[in-house]
Each structure stands twice: as structure tokens, then as C-alpha cells.
């Protein structure tokens, strides 16, 4: 990874799969960060 990498997306609207995509990965920093915070976990990268 790299930590200044980003992603730039195109798209005229969010499709329901999209939206769940999102929604999803949403979901899942969430839960990282609550793990992190934890348990003192500072991530680097």
C-alpha cells in the first residue's frame, strides 16, 4: 500500500452496487478503527 495512494472514481450517479460497495467498505473501517483504538494499534500504512 501506499500511503499517499488514492483512487479517483468516475461515474454520473452511485448504482445500487456501488452504494452497497461503499456502504460496505464503510462498515468495515469502522470496525478497524474500533479494533485499533482498542487495542493501541497505530497503523502506519
Not at 2 to 25: P, Q
Not at 35 to 43: C, D, F, M, R
Given at each position: 500500500?501506499?500511503?499517499?495512494?488514492?483512487?479517483?472514481?468516475y461515474?454520473?450517479?452511485?448504482?445500487?452496487?456501488?452504494?452497497?460497495?461503499?456502504?460496505?467498505?464503510?462498515?468495515?473501517?469502522?470496525?478497524?478503527?474500533?479494533?485499533?483504538?482498542?487495542?493501541?494499534?497505530?497503523?502506519?500504512?
Amino acid at each position: 500500500r501506499n500511503v499517499r495512494g488514492k483512487a479517483i472514481l468516475y461515474a454520473d450517479r452511485i448504482t445500487r452496487s456501488m452504494r452497497a460497495a461503499i456502504d460496505e467498505t464503510e462498515r468495515r473501517r469502522a470496525k478497524q478503527l474500533a479494533h485499533n483504538a482498542a487495542h493501541g494499534i497505530v497503523p502506519t500504512t
